[in-house]
């Protein structure tokens, strides 16, 4: 078996609004973010804007994985045709010079089938919770960049790369082990599988936290920095403040598809030699 994984990638898209227009859009929409409670006080009381402070708030970019793969195979089988006579008065046939004996008015022919199976597939993961969300092909609308130096110096000061939660090679790894199958085949010619698309993009995200002071509770409201969306947020990364977020651990290509399909066989041999091959392209 061939497997062939393309050279991986990072995309960046950039803000299509504001910080001021996002914390607008945020000090608007920040009822929202408190859920329940803002159904309740507003049975009781109508709050202002006063009861209101912001005590927090971040720009960040959040990851998602794309990655497409295909399956084909191609191979011939030997098999029995069982075709029925037109008559029971037909004992036997002739057939490219050979007789072939009728049985119960049925006459079993060998035949060799030539056979192809192709099957492709599409993934789009996010990052943080690791949830195939095909939604998020919606943002490639917005013409991402390719990341070709340092986020550091295509990006805003005091941004926040968030790092991806879930690993590329449990991406890879879960998308073929549903498209590999057994094959019934006496001679396999082609056996290939192909991952063309090994992509990470990094989309802008504001969030805001805002204090409720009268009843102490605390809310996220985020606001999305291309599509201008706003949406209650569970959370925030103040933890990656001031952290470089490394480039090149990124991807896990390399060491982890050792083990990724069949230890010890020849697909995992051959994904190996692939990723090493790319990774030694890397570092010249």
Known sequence: MEIAIAEQQVFLFKDQITPQYAEVKAREKKMVAFNTLSKFGSILTHPKDDDFELVYSEHRYQPFWHVSASTRYVYDRDAKYKVSTRGAEVKSITLTEKRYDADNGYIEIPVTEHCIQEEDTEVFIDGITGRNQTELAGY???APEKVLEEF???TPKDSIF????????????DMLSKM???IQADKIN???IDVPVVDLYYR???AFQFLWKPKAKEAIVEVDALTGTVKSGNRVFSEYIGKVL??????????DVAGLLFPGGSIAVKVVKKCIDIQKNKNK
């Open 190 to 192: 082609e056996e290939t």
């Open 162 to 173: 968030v790092p991806p939660q879930i690993r590329v090679s449990a991406i890879i790894r």
């Open 140 to 142: 490639m609308t917005f």
């Open 180 to 182: 590999i199958k057994a």
């Open 204 to 206: 802008p995200v504001y």
């Open 152 to 154: 550091t110096k295509i």
């Open 246 to 255: 490394e480039q090149n651990f990124l991807f896990d290509l390399g060491a």
